[in-house]
């Protein structure tokens, strides 16, 4: 897997993650590093460049699921789609009839395929490079010149740190084996989320809920993800948020989803250990 190809220092956040890139130009350079990252596990070179392309690959593939997601919001609520800037949800007003219904399951059916394609991506799959491709070739041309800004942030890259994913899919496992479907909080839990949902051997799913960055009052759930979640009710469900200080995200995003299914547990790979809401099952505690 491409974690086991990762070295970083983790309490502090790299260089690379602050970066400004148009979404196409982005999906190529994916390309480019996966495609590096391949071709040298597949012929046995270990070199700094291995290194360099799987950290790069390491940090940009959670953006292919978190730019489609934005986008799907829009189009669930009827939201204006903005060339550099995530929705803010609070203030834009909203027309839920604005886009056809198949308007809305084409933004669905992208999430999802844009989600596999990352999760492939992170098991280096030779055959997501092609799905890549054709995710590409068929993005409406607003994507493909939207502005992706990346930015470091200390505690959602700590929780990247693939030792301590690790630590949290042993936890699950031992505590409630196989399960069927993660549930995280974007968009902090994408990078990790992807991970952890490859070790786990399960679906994994992104809804938006940020809290402090963007003051979501609430996880945003359209009709359509209601529906797909739905698929998922009498399943084993994790509901995960990266990291939990005091806490409060994760307790919300758990208060907001837990009636949807009848087996679900929280978790986190980080968590303080004074925070007053402690995840089912965490990673590592930090003080």
């Given at each position: 897997m491409l974690e086991e190809h990762v070295y970083s220092d983790w309490d502090e956040p790299c260089s690379g993650l602050e970066f400004e890139m148009k979404y196409c130009k982005l999906l190529k350079e994916v390309y480019s590093a996966a495609s590096y990252c391949m071709s040298c596990i597949e012929t046995g070179r270990d070199d700094c460049s291995l290194f360099d392309s799987a950290l790069k690959l390491y940090i940009m593939a959670q953006a292919i699921p978190?730019?489609?997601?934005?986008?799907?919001?829009?189009?669930?609520?009827?939201?204006?789609?903005?060339?550099?800037?995530?929705?803010?949800?609070?203030?834009?007003?909203?027309?839920v009839d604005k886009c056809s219904l198949s308007e809305k399951r084409h933004a669905d059916l992208m999430l999802?395929?844009?989600?596999?394609?990352?999760?492939?991506?992170?098991?280096?799959?030779?055959?997501?490079?092609?799905?890549?491709?054709?995710?590409?070739?068929?993005?409406?041309?607003?994507?493909?010149?939207?502005?992706?800004?990346?930015?470091?942030?200390?505690?959602?890259?700590?929780?990247?740190?693939?030792?301590?994913?690790?630590?949290?899919?042993?936890?699950?496992?031992?505590?409630?084996?196989?399960?069927?479907?993660?549930?995280?909080?974007?968009?902090?839990?994408?990078?990790?989320?992807?991970?952890?949902?490859?070790?786990?051997?399960?679906?994994?799913?992104?809804?938006?809920y940020s809290l402090f960055r963007r003051e979501d009052p609430s996880p945003i759930i359209s009709a359509s993800d209601k529906e797909f979640l739905s698929i998922y009710h009498q399943k084993k469900v994790l509901i995960f948020d990266e990291d939990v200080a005091k806490g409060i995200t994760l307790k919300n995003f758990v208060g907001a989803l837990q009636p949807m299914f009848k087996h679900s547990s929280s978790a986190s790979v980080l968590c303080h250990y004074l925070s007053p809401f402690k995840p089912d099952f965490v990673g590592k505690m930090f003080y």
């Open positions: 978190s730019v489609i997601l934005n986008y799907k919001i829009c189009i669930d609520f009827g939201l204006p789609l903005h060339p550099t800037e995530y929705i803010d949800f609070n203030i834009e007003e909203k027309d999802r395929r844009s989600i596999n394609i990352a999760k492939s991506l992170c098991i280096l799959d030779p055959y997501s490079l092609g799905q890549l491709e054709r995710f590409r070739d068929g993005l409406p041309d607003f994507l493909k010149s939207f502005v992706y800004t990346s930015k470091k942030d200390k505690y959602t890259w700590a929780a990247s740190n693939p030792e301590h994913i690790k630590m949290l899919a042993g936890s699950v496992e031992r505590g409630i084996g196989k399960i069927d479907l993660i549930v995280g909080a974007a968009h902090g839990s994408i990078r990790p989320g992807l991970i952890l949902s490859n070790l786990l051997g399960c679906d994994v799913y992104f809804l938006r």
